[in-house]
């Protein structure tokens, strides 16, 4: 068999790709198998990240939820989920069948609640399908608990250690931090504090846009988050940033997960050079149903003539400077 | 081989139990009697448990053996594939540094470290002497069996006799009649594999989730035998290392000492195997250990229990209890259950067992007797017994001296493909036996116990239900067993229409059941010949004898031949004798060149069309992919399934059950596909400065869509041509449309669907079907399409797209949406549709009237429209006509005039007189509609104006699709007049398949967050659902 070249190992979860599906664009369960080439997309895959789950359902923003932009796409769903007990019941049996390590996004409005979500799920995942909890303190699109989380580095610790204490110890948590402050390796540095084992990032930016020809905003929330390829320069840069000024992100003992606006495997590749571990695909996915399957075998071509592997390329931009 | 076959392989090697039971006929067994909960006190490995999740019941397993416990409880929890490998690979490289060295050797190739995969010895247990090795060389991938070498031989003697540094255990071996070479477990190994299987073990100790740890005990117990020096032995076959009749803890002078790490490590595969197919298959799974958690709604409970106890507990609330007790004390699971249990810390207590061996057939008489004490009287029983088991001996007349009597009875089949067996025909004693009991049955006495095969042949599944018809056809045998005998033989999809019959033409199934091909052509035409005689059509065969509906009255004489002219030459004529309608059966020879035999000499008329009629939905749908069906040219398909249902309504007397027992049409099973569509034709329609354009496409690789959904496309050209070959990464990066000012894909409803082999537009109308039989056909499923789109100012992707040329090439993605069942709405009893489009909203709703006419449903169409001038277009002479239009002029121009929608419309064999068009500015009409089918002002008034002129409502159902306002306006409307609506819906969306949640609109059918997704759970919704804006 064939090496292969492109497994990394993000603390104790081994990848065979180091492709992830970015949370809330790949859906809670069972939708990629409605899709003719589901087979190539799950095999081209690492892990599998859910959409955000809350302890309540949610019922999400108003209409209109997304609008397109120029290479990028805003949207405002506001965390629309059925809740978690009917996430448990319902699509946690269905991830079984993914043969991907499982991780879980988990959203709440306070401290407490993120340790009672933590908790619960814990609690209910008797099989221990749950292989990672990845918690958002970033999601732009809440009037509580999301984004203002996340611009605290005291806050995202506290969260952090709040979602850690009733963990299994095999769990990875997952800190999903937020572009929309001026020094990302502040939040970073309180995620590492509270004791997180990975970092991702970015969520989505800020954004809005406005129809000139009703004279109001496109979306019914107003405000809503930026992803696509137009934030990809960002996203690099905040993986960069982390990776050369938080040494527990340089030595890798805290792995990064690059995500935004990756389309093509020369953009995966930019996040791994620049730093990250493992990359989020996320808007890319509904532009090109195969994106997964390319980039596997972009990544793969790369590493083949270049004769390499993912896991020597990781933060190489540092080195070359 | 089926998927039942290769999920019970997959259980079967994952331990290695004795005596699973296949899991097909165990299906079989829990299929036919089981809904409720399943007791099975003597629980083994747990195949059982297995069969009877997968029929969908809850369980009991319980044994006393603490070993079955143990095994059932891991085989059946669902276990998180990833979770498992990380939990073993964290084991081996724990385990690796110490036991690594220990089989280390020198690669005779390449001079680097290589490790024996196993190594041979020879002599006795104490002094024997290694010979030699497989090497296994990671380097120049040498793997080799060679001698070893005088100072190799030295080194192996000295590393086998290493000292174990952690646990083991130490029990002694109970041998009840054989004995064993050494009096202790651990003396079965060698002292490094020992030292080895200890330290392995003590890290699958350390393992923190309990669950994970014993998934990996149970991959350690299961590698136990192949690490030790044991070898399997049968007496019969002293050559072979397989099979299940082996003395136990037998030492061979000539063994094995496996790589332990190697043995572990394929166990382990093997159960991966197990475990990935059983997720698949038992995903939700609840395991319990205690009562009340059962009692609380787990599918299962798992405990050592006596059996006794256990029926006490829950004998009462058991549907079913599954009765295969072990047939002797001294069995070699027995055996090795210790061997394995000891490990594990389990104590056991074998005397206590329940068997069969003490007085002929007095055990199981009791057996069955405090059954039936402890369970309630509706509960079935199923007794398996192993042919060594002597209780099978008696089995009748312990069943004749118990409750019960025998509902059924039947083998499981053990195909054991060994070595010696080669394929042949499985030897008896290979099967089991198995009656299925039940209180109320007493009809079969004992006296009628089955033959066995005659003449010393041996029976195979093939063989085999013919035999149980010659056992059960004795002269004085019921009915019912005749009736089941039967049930036996005939296809499955026959099944309920045999349990319809009466007892005369049971008989007659028995002469014809070995001929399963002639029954199921006389079932179809049985049928066909209903729906026909409800249209007032006729049915005629080609030798003119008319066939009867009688579901198996065939032609006399009965011939060992299946007769041509039945099979062939089923020829339908309508009143009218220029129309033909041909049926043939997928079996037959020759399907193409009749197809083609009859398009040609129909030559355009469209009065002649054949029809093939397959067993299933799902075979049908694959007839109908374009490929295929290119084949079978203007042909139709029907499904046996769908026959049925719509017999089930003509003649309700004697096909009322079937319509219940049909199965639903398995639609859903499409998937959304990527692919790619060629550009036809790209114009504009509606004159210069107007924003409607229509784009025409070719694609292959549409796999059947219906109507209601949608695609979604890219703007712009696809930058390569496509093809095979897999993408290289540069290529991708240049391909990816940079220049284009758009990202997502569009939506798009599907404005007309054009069938491969159906080139003129208009064979809707010329095309005369009965109208029952029309509601069962299925054309070919379509490969090109039109798309109508709408420009609007702040559009950039619909400004890209009129940017298309022919023989460009666009990926799209599709079909979209839920599939909206309309021969369920018209088999409902709908007489007439009613279909309301705004502007670009009508286009989705013409592809809805082509699917209604097809369906012969009539249909009023409402279009609102700026003005008339908006409707037309020129079109290129290529394209069909089917208006007498001023010919000359077109030819002149190379174009003619043509209409959108309402030239659709007609050309579906919708008439002038029943389109209606709503213009917002008074405009000229001209003679493209009657003048009072024609108003100015908004078409939710024209509509409201109709239905109150109108009176006749109760079997219309409308559709309307068009701008947010005007949805809302024929709503009210519809819901004043009390009119069925179903809307599609249209909104911004990202995705297309349901995970973005973009595109959703608030419903009462929501959940709990009150919205729904068009592009999952719609684009057709039921207006009442939708909570308008």
């Given at each position: ?8 190992q ?10 992830l ?10 939708e ?12 081209s ?20 939820r ?28 269905k ?7 499982i991780?879980v996004n ?24 749950i ?12 009037c509580a ?5 996340g611009?605290?580095?005291r ?37 590492i ?8 990032m ?26 696509g390829?137009?934030i ?10 982390c990776?050369r ?21 020369d953009d995966?590749l ?29 990544l ?15 933060g ?6 | ?23 097909v ?14 007791l099975d ?59 690594g ?29 290694p ?18 070498s ?10 086998s ?11 002694t ?7 064993a ?6 003396q079965?190994?060698t ?52 099979g299940w009749a ?10 094995k ?13 093997t ?11 038992l ?13 609380d ?11 006794a ?33 000891a490990w ?9 067992e ?20 402890a ?31 025998i ?20 030897l ?11 209180r ?8 009628t ?10 029976p195979?599944?093939a ?18 067993s005749?009736?089941q ?15 319809q ?30 729906l ?10 080609a030798n ?6 009688g579901?198996?009255?065939?032609p ?5 031949q299946?007769?041509?002219?039945l ?24 399907l193409?060149?009749k ?5 040609k ?9 054949a ?13 109908r ?41 398995t639609?859903?099973g ?5 692919f790619?569509?060629e ?5 504009q ?24 959904q ?15 070959r ?9 391909s ?19 069938y ?8 809707l ?34 400004k ?39 502007g670009?909203?009508?286009?989705p ?8 006419r ?9 279009i609102?429209?700026?003005?008339i ?14 208006r ?28 002038p007189?029943?389109?209606?068009v ?7 009409i ?6 009072q ?6 078409v939710s ?20 699709c ?11 409307i ?25 595109c ?6 929501g ?17 009442n659902e939708?909570?308008?804006?």
């Open positions: 068999m064939a090496m292969n070249r492109l497994a990394v993000l603390k104790n979860l081994s990848l065979l790709t180091p492709l599906t970015a949370s809330g664009t790949s859906g809670t369960s069972g990629i198998e409605n899709l003719e080439n589901a087979e190539q997309t799950l095999s895959l690492g892990a599998f990240v859910t959409k955000g789950v809350t302890m309540e359902p949610r019922k999400g923003n108003p209409e209109l997304v609008i397109e932009t120029r290479t990028g796409l805003l949207n405002s769903i506001g965390l629309q989920n059925s809740g978690v007990s009917a996430f448990v019941k319902n699509e946690l049996p991830l079984l069948k993914y043969k991907l390590p991780i988990i959203s709440a409005d306070s401290v407490e609640k993120f340790g009672i979500l933590s908790g619960y799920l814990m609690e209910h995942d008797t099989s221990e399908v292989n990672g909890l990845e918690i958002n303190v970033s999601c732009p699109n809440i608990g999301g984004v203002e989380f611009v605290d580095p806050m995202v610790e506290k969260v952090v250690k709040a979602v850690r204490k009733p963990m299994r110890k095999n769990v990875v948590t997952i800190t999903k931090l937020t572009p929309n402050v001026t020094d990302i390796t502040q939040p970073a540095k309180g995620a504090m509270g004791g997180t084992d990975i970092l991702s970015i969520n989505t930016l800020r954004g809005m846009a406005i129809n000139v020809y009703a004279g109001k905003p496109y979306l019914g929330n107003e405000t809503g988050g930026l992803s390829p137009a990809k320069p960002i996203g690099v840069y905040m993986v960069y940033e990776f000024s938080v040494p527990e992100c340089r030595d890798k003992r805290v792995p990064i997960i690059g995500i935004g606006g990756i389309s093509t495997s995966a930019e996040y791994i050079m620049a730093g990250a571990t493992a990359v989020g695909i996320g808007t890319a996915w509904f532009v090109n149903a195969d994106v997964f399957s390319d980039i596997r075998s972009g793969e071509n790369y590493c083949a003539s270049a004769k390499t592997t993912i896991i020597d390329i990781i190489i931009a540092h080195e070359r400077r | 081989m089926s998927l039942d076959a290769k999920l019970f392989n997959r259980i079967a090697r994952s331990h290695m139990y004795w005596g699973r039971k296949p899991l006929g165990l299906r079989q067994v829990f299929g036919k009697n089981t809904k409720g909960i399943v006190p003597f629980c083994g490995a747990g195949t059982p448990i297995v069969a009877a999740l997968l029929e969908r019941a809850r369980v009991v397993a319980t044994d006393l053996n603490p070993m079955s416990v143990f095994m059932t409880r891991v085989l059946v929890r669902p276990l998180s594939i990833p979770v498992l490998q990380g939990a073993f690979d964290s084991i081996f490289k724990e385990v690796f540094p110490k036991a060295p220990a089989y280390r050797m020198t690669c005779p190739k390449c001079g680097n470290a290589a490790t024996a995969d196993y190594i041979l010895w020879k002599g006795s247990v104490q002094s024997g002497i010979i030699a090795a497989k090497v296994e060389c990671p380097y120049c991938e040498l793997s080799d069996l060679r001698p070893l005088t100072q190799e031989e030295k080194h192996q003697r000295h590393a006799k290493a000292k174990p540094q952690s646990w083991y255990p130490d029990n071996i109970h041998t009840v009649s054989r004995g070479p050494v009096p202790n477990h651990y079965l190994f002292g490094r594999n020992l030292s080895i299987l200890a330290e392995v073990f003590a890290s699958i100790d350390r393992l923190e989730s309990p669950i994970y740890k014993e998934a990996l005990q149970y991959v350690f117990t299961a590698s136990l035998y192949s690490c030790s020096q044991m070898q399997m032995f049968s007496k019969k076959h002293p050559a072979s290392s397989q082996a003395l136990r803890f037998y030492i061979p002078p000539l063994r000492e496996t790589n332990v790490l190697h043995a572990f490590a394929r166990r382990f595969e159960f991966l195997c197990c475990k990935e197919a059983l997720n698949a298959e995903p939700a799974t609840r395991v319990t250990q205690k009562i009340s958690e059962f009692m709604g787990a599918e299962v409970f798992v405990g050592k229990m006596d059996w106890e256990s029926l006490k507990v829950f004998g009462p609330v058991a549907t079913h209890v599954f009765l295969d007790p072990p047939y002797n004390i001294d069995i070699d699971y027995f055996g090795f259950s210790e061997f394995w249990g594990l810390r389990m104590p056991f207590d074998f005397k206590a329940w068997h069969a061996r003490t007085v002929r057939g007095g055990r199981t008489a009791d057996l069955l007797n405090r059954t039936a004490q369970t309630s009287p509706a509960c079935r029983v199923t007794l398996a017994l192993n042919p060594k088991n002597p209780a099978e001996w008696d089995s009748d007349t312990a069943i004749a001296s118990s409750p019960y009597g509902l059924d009875t039947g083998y499981f089949l053990y195909n054991n493909s060994s070595k010696r067996t080669k394929g042949k025909p499985n008896l004693h290979h099967r089991e036996r198995y009656y299925i009991l039940d109320s049955i007493h009809f079969i006495s004992p006296a116990k089955p033959t066995t095969c005659s003449h010393g042949e041996r195979n599944e063989t085999y239900p013919y035999l149980r018809v010659m056992a059960y056809f004795k002269p004085h045998s019921k009915a019912e005749l009736r005998a039967v049930l036996q033989l005939v296809p499955n999809h026959l099944h309920n229409l045999c349990q019959l009466e007892d005369s033409e049971v008989n007659k199934a028995r002469d014809n059941a070995a001929r399963n091909m002639r029954t199921y052509c006389s079932f179809c035409l049985s049928f066909v010949n209903l026909l005689q409800r249209d007032q059509w006729q049915l005629i065969s003119n004898r008319q066939v009867e509906p579901a198996f009255d065939l006399k004489p009965v011939r060992t299946i007769p041509s002219d099979m062939a030459a089923a020829v339908f004529a309508s009143r009218d004798e220029t129309n033909q309608i041909y049926f043939y059966f997928p079996e037959q020879a020759g193409a060149m197809a083609k035999k009859i398009s000499r129909d030559s355009g008329q469209y009065k002649q069309i029809v093939l009629v397959l067993p299933s939905r799902a075979k049908m749908d694959k007839c992919s374009v490929t295929r069906a290119a084949n079978w040219r203007r042909g139709f398909f029907v499904s046996l399934d769908e026959l049925r249902a719509h017999c089930a309504e003509v003649v309700t007397e004697k096909y009322q059950m079937l319509s219940c027992t049909t199965t639903k049409p639609g859903s499409n998937k959304i596909a990527t790619t569509a550009v036809k034709k790209n114009d329609v509606g004159g210069k400065d107007a924003p409607y354009w229509k784009l025409q496409f070719k694609a292959s690789g549409l796999t059947g869509i219906v109507p209601g949608f695609i979604m496309m890219d703007t712009v050209k696809r930058k390569l041509s496509g093809g095979t897999p993408m290289r990464w540069r290529e991708f990066t240049t990816f449309k940079g220049s284009s000012k758009t990202y997502l894909k569009r939506p798009f409803g599907i404005h007309r669907a054009f491969p082999n159906f080139e003129e537009r208009d064979y109308c010329r095309l005369k079907l009965p109208r029952f039989l029309a509601m069962v056909m299925h054309t070919a499923l379509p490969n090109a399409f039109d798309i109508f789109y709408k420009v609007l100012p702040n559009g950039e992707g619909t890209e797209m009129t940017e298309l040329k022919r023989r460009e090439r666009v990926k799209m993605i599709g079909p979209l949406g839920s599939r909206f069942d309309i021969r369920a709405m018209v088999n409902e009893g709908v007489d007439e549709v009613h279909v309301i489009g705004g670009v909203g009508m286009a709703l013409v592809f809805l009237v082509q699917s209604l097809y369906l012969g449903v009539r249909v009023k169409a409402f609102g429209i700026q003005t001038g908006l409707l037309k277009y020129q079109e290129g002479l290529n394209a069909p006509r089917t007498g239009d001023d010919i000359d002029k077109g030819f002149a121009a190379g174009v003619r005039d043509a209409n959108i929608y309402v030239d659709d419309l007609e050309d579906t064999g919708v008439t007189g029943e389109i209606f709503s213009c917002d500015k008074p405009s000229d001209g003679q493209l509609i009657p003048r089918n024609y108003a100015t002002g908004f008034e024209r509509y409201k104006q109709y239905l109150m002129e109108n009176y006749r409502r109760d079997k219309v159902v409308a559709f309307a068009g701008p947010t306002l005007m949805m809302k306006a024929v709503s009210d519809a819901k004043q007049h009390g009119v069925r609506l179903y809307v599609l819906m249209e909104k911004r969306m990202a995705c297309g398949i349901g995970v973005c949640l973009s959703v609109c608030r419903t009462t059918t959940g709990s967050s009150g919205y729904s997704r068009v592009c999952k759970e719609g684009p057709v919704f039921n207006a939708i909570l308008w804006p």
